[in-house]
């Protein structure tokens, strides 16, 4: 729902808005932020600006951060097609963080899902009042006009006026009611579900001249590198930066105060190099002496760590779903199956690594970010500071990839700080180095499974339990168990099973844990979808029969799910007629049981739904006779409803199987007595060209279901697939990641 | 005194001899299209050429240029048949990578007009994706191919 209306005349506009003759605000109400109080008080807030100029340059706001996924594109894409706008003429204006436009977190691959009806509604509002001014001047009833691209068209005599012509007019009118303004039909659409649709910065990229965080500078600025504690929460006991200080280009060093619980976005802690370029204050970082005080979280090694997990995974957990009785069907009998999974840590290592520019004068703060969430840096800036959020200005670049770890702007905070001690614009760099030993990381996991097969192969009884240190442990230091991300593929389990229970043990953090790209979906349907093909093989039956059969009839799934959750059920049903759909059309495109596989050969499927996305991958693996791992082919189906640009989502999908490769083949990040022992690419791998999946086909099923997820609902089922193959390939289970703990 | 020429213009450096390219083109010139990622040789987005060839700028002293020509992202011009491809394929998803992948694509296809799969993963395999769009670049780079030959 929007509240659309005309601020054509209002003064506060400005930016590339200014230039804008006939500008139309809109309210974007989102459940997030929605209030009946702010409802009540009549307060108008517009958030979302379309503007057209008089010489036609059409002008939409992008409110949500571009760090791959196309949604700086694709939301923009939707309101010029409602609009019925030349996207040759559309410009983009980047938000800055500011709460008005609704969430702007870009995470949970839910920018067009949750935004796509407002940006139609405000661009049809906009293609109507166009209409009606020029109806006007030609004295015609609007009824007979219509539009082509950023024309009016009047459609007895041929008349033509153009958006630019038609901007003054436009902005005299009253907004029309809602009821009033007809949305396009799905056969009109020009832009949304077509092919042509690139990114709009893609001519920039390839030219070099996009910004990034990285490329952003600020006149006067000086460059700032930090060595932060190696351990989590240790404090500088004492440092010696004479070195560091002879350095030519250093200035200055200035120790920035450890964070007191919960870490949340704050600062690490550690000593800041400052210098007039990036390469001094690296150089002078390397000569600094520091001592360092204890932490608690220096008893943190891996492979203990293990341990604990993986029994704590054997004994009872907190009960995230229950289905019919488990117990007493494991009682009866039936063939037992067990397994054990096991999956690391991991960084984000997006190639951009995290960096900020800031500015803080009088109170006030000026930031050049690449961030996923800027209302976060206002925040967190806010609360570091001690002043208001308001006065906190961000502006969101292109981010060098971001996979959820630029929705923490810790690095912003740095630079912060660092600004408001010297009194100038301070540009913070992070190294590859810190960026993989200072990350969010994806969590460690343990995961165990059980399940009784009946005569007919099928389950008549699954328990699943998983164990990991949960991401509120980052906001709330006493958090042990994962009650918030039970959602992420594990109390929704979508499979014909008449005793089911899902359960969760506690763990302790011992680094900062974080969102990355699907979150908890990817142990989970790892654990969940190789314990699935286990199953297959001891009933005895074909792994996509079989899944299918797991699956079940086709049915609407009800959840019990309560509140935001049972909300967005109700628009997105768990439909298993939908799963079943792109298993069949997955197992299809791979040539499933007719495909000839020769020796080391195999295919191994998945099928898992996230971010309400449904997706099926069929993945081939050729095993060398040293062990070493190939990947031909991905086949994956994807069902993610009505989709805006098909092209980007099968990038996305493409993507998503290299993130997957690299995950299972080489990814794995642990900590000896504290320290994290991965720092670069040559210690943390991630897929290369010629590792990399060689050939990925991705197919978008047709939908007129209201859109879900694209960024990254392709990754869950990359890495169970991959191991199922491998199992097909060499009669050999692949229980933990990466593939390299297994020989092979 | 380090003399060399950057997209054709004749500079100079007196600093730290000692300071990789990257940083010189980054924080010195502003030339900002070339990108780091790891300080190591090891992702590639640091690429640029020197005296036409693809070399890594974040571990290129600046007293290793001396009397170089260095092309960077910028000093490609008019739009490259290997850009075009990239376009016309929509090879990238963030971006940042991809002005390296482009031109160590270029200096590929400058010493082997025709490579085939194999050739393009050898020479690209230093260049790291970590959107995963290998599969767009290997294609892009055989269409620039067709384009150029």
Redesign the interface.
């Known amino acids: 729902m929007s509240l659309i209306e005309n601020v054509s005349r209002r003064r506060f506009l400005g930016g590339a808005l200014a230039t804008g003759v006939f500008v139309l605000g809109a309210r974007v109400v989102s459940r997030h932020f929605w209030t009946d109080s702010a409802q009540a008080a009549g307060v108008f807030q517009p958030d979302l600006f379309l503007s057209i100029a008089d010489d036609g340059t059409v002008t939409v706001v992008a409110a949500r951060s571009e760090m791959g996924c196309g949604s700086r594109t694709a939301l923009p894409l939707v309101v010029a097609d409602e609009l019925d706008a030349d996207w040759s003429k559309v410009k983009l204006d980047q938000a800055v963080g500011d709460p008005k436009y609704g969430d702007q977190d870009t995470d949970g691959s839910h920018s067009v899902r949750s935004f796509f009806d407002q940006m139609r509604q405000i661009g049809a509002t906009g293609r109507v009042m166009l209409i009606t001014a020029a109806a006007a001047q030609w004295s015609v009833s609007a009824k007979d006009c219509t539009t082509e691209p950023h024309f009016v068209v009047h459609r007895a005599s041929g008349r033509k006026l153009g958006y630019g012509e038609l901007a003054s007019a436009a902005a005299k009118l009253p907004v029309p009611k809602k009821e009033e303004v007809a949305l396009k039909p799905r056969s009109e659409w020009r832009y949304i579900g077509k092919e042509g649709n690139a990114l709009f910065d893609l001519p920039d990229i390839v030219t070099g001249k996009a910004i990034f965080g990285m490329d952003a500078t600020m006149p006067g600025m000086v460059y700032a590198s930090v060595e932060h504690p190696p351990v989590l929460g240790q404090k500088i006991k004492s440092y010696d930066d004479k070195a560091a200080l002879k350095v030519a280009g250093v200035t200055k060093t200035v120790a920035i105060e450890t964070f007191k619980p919960p870490h949340a976005f704050q600062p690490l802690g550690g000593v800041a190099v400052i210098a007039d370029n990036t390469w001094a204050a690296l150089q002078g970082r390397k000569a600094l002496k520091i001592d360092w005080d204890s932490s608690p979280h220096s008893v943190y090694n891996s492979a203990e760590y293990r341990k604990t997990l993986e029994a704590t995974s054997r004994q009872p957990g907190k009960v995230a779903r229950n289905v019919g009785d488990v117990d007493a069907a494991f009682a009866k009998g039936g063939k037992i199956v067990e397994a054990e999974y096991y999956t690391p840590h991991l960084a984000h290592a997006s190639m951009e690594p995290p960096v900020a520019v800031v500015d803080y004068r009088d109170g006030k703060v000026l930031v050049w970010a690449p961030t996923q969430n800027p209302q976060a840096v206002q925040e967190t800036l806010a609360s570091v500071l001690g002043i208001k959020k308001e006065d906190v200005n961000c502006h969101v670049t292109l981010l060098g990839g971001g996979f959820g770890r630029k929705s923490k702007p810790d690095q912003v905070a740095e630079a912060a700080v660092l600004s408001k001690q010297l009194g100038k614009p301070v540009k913070v760099v992070w190294t590859r180095e810190d960026d993989i030993r200072c990350d969010y990381f994806h969590s460690v996991a343990a995961m165990y499974m059980k399940a009784a097969i009946g005569a007919d192969g099928k389950p008549t009884a699954w328990l699943q339990r998983t164990v990991y240190p949960p991401i509120n442990s980052t906001f709330d230091p006493a958090a042990k168990y994962a009650d918030d991300e039970m959602g992420l593929g594990w109390n929704n389990l979508p499979f014909d099973i008449p005793n089911h229970r899902a359960e969760n043990g506690p763990a302790d953090f011992h680094v900062r844990i974080g969102w990355l790209r699907s979150v908890a979906n990817v142990y989970h349907a790892f654990a969940i979808h190789c314990f699935a093909d286990e199953l297959a093989k001891a009933a005895n039956k074909d792994p996509v029969q079989y899944l299918l059969d797991l699956i079940g009839p086709a049915r609407i799934i009800d959840l019990e799910q309560k509140g935001d959750e049972a909300e967005e059920a109700k628009t997105y049903p768990l439909d298993t007629a939908r799963l079943r759909h792109v298993v069949g059309i997955a197992a299809e495109k791979s040539g499933w049981g007719k495909r000839p596989m020769g020796k080391g050969r195999g295919l191994g499927i998945a099928a898992h739904r996230s971010f309400l996305t449904y997706v099926a991958t069929v993945v081939e693996v050729e095993v060398d006779n040293k062990g070493q791992v190939h990947i031909p082919n991905v086949w994956t189906a994807v069902d993610a409803g009505t989709v805006v640009a098909p092209d980007n989502v099968r990038n996305q999908f493409e993507g998503a199987a290299s993130f997957g490769a690299s995950l299972a083949l080489f990814g794995e990040i642990t900590a000896t007595n504290g320290v994290i022992d991965q720092n670069n690419f040559h210690n943390y791998p991630i897929a290369r060209m010629n590792r990399a999946p060689r050939h990925t086909e991705v197919h978008i099923v047709e939908s007129e279901a209201p859109p879900a997820g694209v960024g990254e609902p392709g990754l869950p089922p990359v890495a169970p697939a991959l191991c199922n193959a491998i199992f097909a390939a060499t009669g050999k289970r692949v229980r933990e990641l990466p593939l390299s703990k297994t020989r092979l | 005194m380090i003399r060399f020429k950057v997209n054709g213009k004749d500079r100079s450096f007196d600093?730290?001899p000692e300071?990789?390219l990257l940083?010189y083109l980054?924080?010195?010139a502003?030339?900002?299209?070339?990108?780091?990622?790891?300080?190591?040789s090891?992702?590639g987005?640091c690429t640029v050429h020197q005296n036409g060839e693809a070399i890594r700028s974040c571990t290129t002293a600046m007293k290793e240029v001396s009397g170089a020509e260095i092309t960077?992202?910028?000093g490609?011009a008019p739009?490259h048949p290997v850009?075009k491809a990239?376009?016309e394929i929509?090879v990238?998803?963030?971006?940042?990578?991809?002005?390296g992948q482009?031109m160590q694509a270029i200096a590929l296809l400058k010493e082997n007009k025709k490579p085939s799969?194999e050739d393009?993963?050898?020479a690209?395999?230093?260049?790291?994706?970590?959107?995963?769009?290998?599969?767009?670049?290997?294609a892009a780079i055989h269409q620039a191919a067709k384009e150029t030959a």
């Open positions: 600093g730290d300071m990789p940083w980054r924080d010195v502003g030339l900002t299209g070339t990108k780091y990622g790891c300080g190591m090891l992702c987005a960077t992202i910028e490609i739009l850009q990239w376009m929509k990238p998803q963030c971006g940042y990578c991809q002005t482009i799969d393009i993963d050898t690209m395999s230093g260049n790291l994706c970590r959107c995963g769009t290998y599969q767009r670049i290997r």
